[in-house]
C-alpha cells in the first residue's frame, strides 16, 4: 500500500481550458473544506487557447461521508467557472478491472503476480478469455475465470456475453495480450477505459506479427506500447512504451522473448498509472502525472 492509499486521500483530476485563477481557485476550495494538499501536478498546452490539466491529492478528514458534498462543492465552485471536466475520487478504492487474455500468458500473469503482491492498487474482478489454456493459472490466483470461445461466426454474440459480465461491474478493461479486435459496437457500448498492450513501439507495425515485420525491417530497438483502445486499431491514446536494444543475430523467437519482458513492464506501469488517476486522456494524446 503506497501513502495515498491511507483513508480520507482525495484525488482530484481537472481538465479545462486554460485562464487565470484556476490553480487559486482549486487550492483555496481545499482550504475552505479543511482539506491538506499532499501533491499536486499540472500542465498546459499553452497560454492561448490552451488546455489546463491538473492532478491534485490531498487529506481531507471524513472523506469518505463528506464525498457527495465536496463533489458538489467542486461542480458549483469550480466546474461551472472554468469549464471544467473533473473526477473526484477516492485514493483508498481501488478500480475493479477485468482482464482479457488469449493463449499468450506473460502479461497475465504478470498483472496478476504483481497484484498478488499489492503492487497494482486494483481489484481484478475476472479474467476473460477466448481459450481455455490460462484456467488453471488464474485459478490459483484464485481469481474467476470465464472462457467466452469467439470465432468470426459468433462474435456479436460473444461480445454480448461480454458486455453483460461488464457493465456496471467494471471500472477498467484491461487486454492482456487478447488478440480479438473489439467491434465499435462493443466500445460504445462497454461504458469503461480499455487498455491494450500493443507488442511494437508504435507507430511502428500496427496489427499482427510485429516482431517479423522487426525483423524484416532490421532494427536495432524493438518495444511495447501500452494504449487506450479506440476503434482504430493500435492508434489509441498512448500512456506508457519502452524499448530493449536487439541485433541482426536475434531470430523472430528471440525478439519475442526479450519482447516479452518489455511488454510486462509496460502493461504494469500503465494499468498502475491509470488506478492511480495519473492518466488524462487529451485527444489523441495523454498526459501523465
Ligand atoms: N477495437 C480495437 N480492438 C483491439 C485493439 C485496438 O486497438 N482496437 N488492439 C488489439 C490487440 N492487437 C494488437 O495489439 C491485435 C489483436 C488481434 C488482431 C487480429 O487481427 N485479430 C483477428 C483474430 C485473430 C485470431 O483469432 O487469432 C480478428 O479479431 O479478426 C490484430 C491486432 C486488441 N483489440
Known sequence: MNSEQRPDIARLVISCPDQHGIVAAVSELIFDIGGNIITLDQYSTGVENGQFFQRTVFHLPGFAQRRQTVQQEVEERLAK?????????????????????????????????????????MDISMVVSNHPDLESDVRRFGIDFLHI?????????????????????????VLA???????????AEVGVPIINIHHSFLPAFIGAGPYQKAKDRGVKLIGATAHYVTEDLDEGPIIEQ??????????????????????????????KWHCEDRVIRHGSTTIVF
Not at 471536466?85 to 502479461?107: G, M, N, Q, W, Y
Request: glycine share 2%.
Open 81 to 121: 467557472r472554468f469549464s471544467m471536466e473533473f473526477h473526484l475520487t477516492a485514493a483508498d478504492e481501488p478500480k475493479r478491472v477485468a482482464i482479457f487474455a488469449s493463449k499468450t500468458d506473460h502479461c497475465l500473469l504478470d498483472l496478476l503476480w504483481r497484484h498478488r503482491r499489492g503492487d497494482l492498487p
Open 242 to 271: 519502452d524499448v530493449i536494444r536487439v541485433s541482426h543475430a536475434d531470430d523472430v523467437a528471440q525478439l519475442t522473448r526479450f519482447g516479452a519482458d518489455v511488454e510486462r513492464a509496460v502493461l504494469s506501469r500503465a494499468v
Open 149 to 173: 470461445p469467439v470465432d468470426r461466426d459468433n462474435k456479436d454474440a460473444a461480445e454480448a456475453e461480454h458486455l453483460k459480465l461488464l457493465r456496471g461491474k467494471v471500472d477498467l478493461v
Open 177 to 187: 495480450r487478447y488478440m480479438q479486435i473489439l467491434s465499435p459496437y462493443f466500445l
